[in-house]
């Protein structure tokens, strides 16, 4: 037992909160009783000034070693109480909390029931403060440098504010151009700017800014360490043209033999094996696609290395990795469309012309294919009969997404309103299941596209369409009229889903952060920490974390960085000492305590377990998996758990 | 145990301290009420609970024993609960081959924000306990 020890075991009233059930004073009298305890106070508000002044006066008075409050749930006054130990000058984890109201006085009527548990949870605390160490928070060191991991508008702003702060940003892009998706956007709404316009001049400023250090074509494969202190090894896949010397002419392209449809335009064009994405892409350069080219061979064909005057092409560029040492990374990785795979019922992917939003965008686009006309891809005839299918791949739990991808309603009034600037004698039909047009100026929005712009909005679903006569026949309902409708559509634009990138998927992994059961980023709390990972020092911006607009995504970023800018403005990161601590004379080196280990804080050295401090969380894993009690979390060892449970169970 | 009073079961609950104990402070701040049986220990997570603390459980007279940790899939540690689901269900096996009865033993998933769940699967173990009588074949006499 706990000899030895000067206990104090304050209990508190909580007004009547918790005295109206449980008898505090017999609760103070049966600890008194208690081996080690040397003094016991009840008060009717211990967290009150005079209380918190009522137990400093105690732990001087009776030279006391370790406190007992019991009191309200740990989550409300641990920390209160723990400082007020400290300010009587004892070690803060020499008192520990016993939770008498929320898991006790407020669930139970009976009085002599209630007073019998609160006794029971009391001496348990008790029992385990007369084990507990002093302990120090672990002291670490932070490097002043953040990994962003995506260079779409969530990366992008991420960056642009750290870099202000004067953090030294590595900006990691897997695509040869900075943008992301909002580059290939025509216009946002509610506002209709042009999305390059306010997009563009961002991309710039982070190519420029002397503090961010710009690795477009380039992944992050792996990343070690913890926060403060990470390790990330980037893989930077080669361009085979140099930045710095090409001129931009084109030449290279002209003569280039090989074409393969054009991501950046969504297939709705093509390009050539060596390319630049768009004419604003950021680095200013061109790619050579090493998977589409010859073979990089001047024996195969070297037409471009040829023609490039200003010899910026080299074929001898090989991949390289670059480890980058970072104290904190944001990740900004992203969505995909729901792919046109799996929604073979609306016939996308099959008919031309069922377009997805984001290649209608494109034609919208006056730097798209069709130079900002809407036109059919199919036979390039302007469509007069344009149906806009909402919810396509969303809330459909049993088929596709569960989820409601939120920009569509949005998205979709924009391109009805869009296609009926572009076409004023154009039908545009809308089918929707409910309109969510919350947001700034959203509804008002909506209501244009209905009213200004005469968009027919549809109540209803659509249940089949199929290509007929050089049109698409369109099947569905109105539900508000409970009239079947069809429509001999010229155009079928599908709102897809919004999911997590493939990227999101990579990035989650690399870094270890959870994801939720759709597949996006995890916060680390639903509502009080929507921006940082369940891993310190990682955090989430933009749609990796969930579907959002674009002025959600940057009020995300900005968030992230600010998040990053408080954790590195610290000297010194602390870390909780409450780890595991391996004893040496037990343990035999099986390693069963490596394997459960979740943060590959154990490894093995000279035959025996060592427990890396800073990377311990103390959850316990191991030492509950280790067979001969060899490891343990320091004031929550098996012997303060077995002595809890004995006194929990009057043994 | 005189003859008079019912016979109350002892259970000791061991709660995780980011889902299911914040889970029974939920209960309590929502005032729900359910039985006192159950005396709570908080741990840092599910897959802490070494199968030697169930056990010393029983060895001290409880008659229940109760693990309750985040969802699957929701563990603070990311991967506690599983540890725990695979490894305490072997416990269930070794009370059965010492001829306890295995229900003593349960596992359950409590969010945080199921406090009515939390007083649900206490209320629902009290009651599943009571036909089982006091445990006695694991418990010690008194050292
Ligand atoms: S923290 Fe709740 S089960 Fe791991």
């Not at chain 1, 090493?290 to 001047?298: I, K, R």
């Not at chain 2, 006192?36 to 030697?52: E, L, R, Y």
Request: aromatic share 6%; with cysteine; proline share 5%.
């Amino acid at each position: 037992m706990s000899s030895g020890k000067r206990t104090g075991v304050f209990v508190c009233h909580c007004g009547n909160n918790i005295a109206a059930t449980v008898d505090v004073v017999k609760v103070a009298q049966e600890m008194a009783g208690e081996e080690g305890v040397v003094c016991t106070k009840d008060y009717v508000y211990m967290c009150s000034d005079p209380g918190q002044k009522a137990v400093i006066e105690a732990i001087k008075e009776n030279r006391l070693d370790s406190v007992v409050v019991t009191c309200c749930s740990p989550n409300l006054h641990e920390k209160t109480f723990r400082d007020n130990a400290k300010a009587a000058g004892l070690n803060s984890f020499t008192c520990e909390i016993a939770n008498i109201r929320e898991q006790c006085s407020w669930v139970h009527k009976d009085r002599g029931v209630a007073t019998a548990k609160a006794i029971k949870i009391s001496r348990s605390a008790v029992r385990r403060v007369g084990r507990n160490q002093a302990l120090e928070p672990i002291a670490v060191g932070v490097t002043r440098r953040v990994l962003v991991i995506g260079g779409g508008i969530a990366g992008i702003q991420a960056s642009l504010d750290l870099a202000n702060a004067g953090l030294d940003v590595v900006l990691v892009e897997k695509q040869a151009t900075l943008g992301g998706h909002m580059i290939q956007l025509s216009e946002t709404f509610p506002t209709l700017d042009c999305s390059q316009c306010i997009l563009s001049p961002k991309m710039v400023e982070v190519s420029r800014h002397p503090k961010i250090t710009l690795m477009t074509y380039s992944e992050v494969q792996e990343v070690s360490g913890y926060v403060g202190n990470f390790k990330a090894r980037i893989l930077r896949k080669p361009t085979f043209v140099d930045p710095e010397t090409c001129k931009l002419c084109d030449d290279c392209s002209q003569v280039c033999p090989v074409v393969v449809p054009n991501e950046y335009e969504l297939g709705l064009t093509a390009r050539r094996a060596i390319y630049i994405p768009f004419a604003q892409a950021m680095p200013a350069s061109y790619t050579l696609d090493e998977s589409a080219c010859l073979g990089l061979n001047p024996i195969v064909c070297g037409k471009c290395k040829d023609v490039c005057e200003a010899g910026a092409i080299n074929y001898d560029m090989r991949p390289r990795s670059e480890i980058v040492e970072v104290g904190a990374v944001v990740v900004a990785t992203g969505f995909d469309l729901y792919g046109q795979d799996n929604l073979g019922e609306y016939g996308h992917g099959k008919y031309e012309d069922v377009l997805d939003g984001l290649q209608f965008e494109r034609l919208c686009s006056a730097s798209g294919p069709t130079k900002g006309k809407v036109l059919r891809p199919s036979d390039h005839s302007e469509p007069k009969d344009v149906v806009f299918i909402q919810c396509a791949g969303s809330r459909d739990p049993a088929q596709h997404c569960a989820w409601c991808s939120k920009i569509c309603c949005m998205y979709t009034a924009k391109h009805a309103s869009l296609y009926k600037h572009h076409v004023p004698d154009g039908r545009a039909w809308v089918f929707y299941i409910d309109i969510r047009s919350g947001g700034k100026g959203y509804e008002e929005f909506v209501q244009r596209t209905m009213e200004n712009d005469e968009a027919i909005y549809l109540r209803g679903r659509v249940s089949r369409l199929y290509r007929e006569n050089g049109k698409i026949r369109v099947l569905g309902t109105d539900t508000l009229s409970g009239q079947n409708v069809e429509i001999d559509a010229d155009m079928v634009v599908l709102a897809l889903a919004m999911q997590p990138s493939t990227g999101t998927a990579e990035a989650a992994k690399v870094l270890k952060i959870g994801r939720d059961k759709d597949g996006f980023l995890a916060e680390a709390h639903p509502k009080l920490k929507p921006v940082e990972s369940v891993t310190a020092g990682i955090f989430l911006a933009g749609t990796a974390q969930g579907p959002k607009d674009i002025p959600e995504t940057v009020a995300q970023a900005s968030a992230a960085a600010a998040k990053v800018i408080g954790l590195l403005s610290q000297p010194q990161l602390s870390h909780a000492p409450t780890v595991a601590r391996v004893r040496k004379a037990h343990c035999t080196g099986c390693e069963m305590c490596v394997d459960a280990c979740p943060y590959d804080a154990i490894h093995l050295a000279n035959g025996k377990a060592v427990v890396n401090d800073v990377l311990c969380e103390g959850c316990g894993a191991c030492s509950a998996t280790c067979l001969r009690a060899a490891i343990e979390v320091i004031n929550a060892t098996p012997l303060q758990m077995n002595e809890m449970i004995e006194a929990v169970l009057n043994f | 145990m005189s003859a008079q009073t019912p016979y109350e079961p002892k259970i000791v609950a061991f709660l995780c301290k980011w889902c299911s104990s914040a889970g029974s402070d939920l209960a309590g701040v929502s005032r729900i009420q359910y039985p006192a049986n159950a005396t709570p220990i908080t741990v840092a997570c599910s897959g802490g609970v070494s199968p030697q603390f169930v056990l010393s459980a029983f060895h001290k007279g409880a008659d229940g024993v109760l693990v309750s940790g985040c969802h699957i899939g929701d563990c603070h540690y990311m991967e506690g609960n599983f540890h725990a689901r695979r490894k305490l269900y072997l416990v269930k096996e070794l009370l059965e081959f010492t001829g306890v009865e295995p229900d003593r033993f349960r596992m359950s998933w409590v969010s945080a924000a199921e406090g009515a769940k939390f007083a649900q699967v206490v209320r629902d173990f009290v009651e599943d306990l009571r036909p089982l009588g006091p445990q006695d074949k694991l418990k010690a006499e008194r050292p």
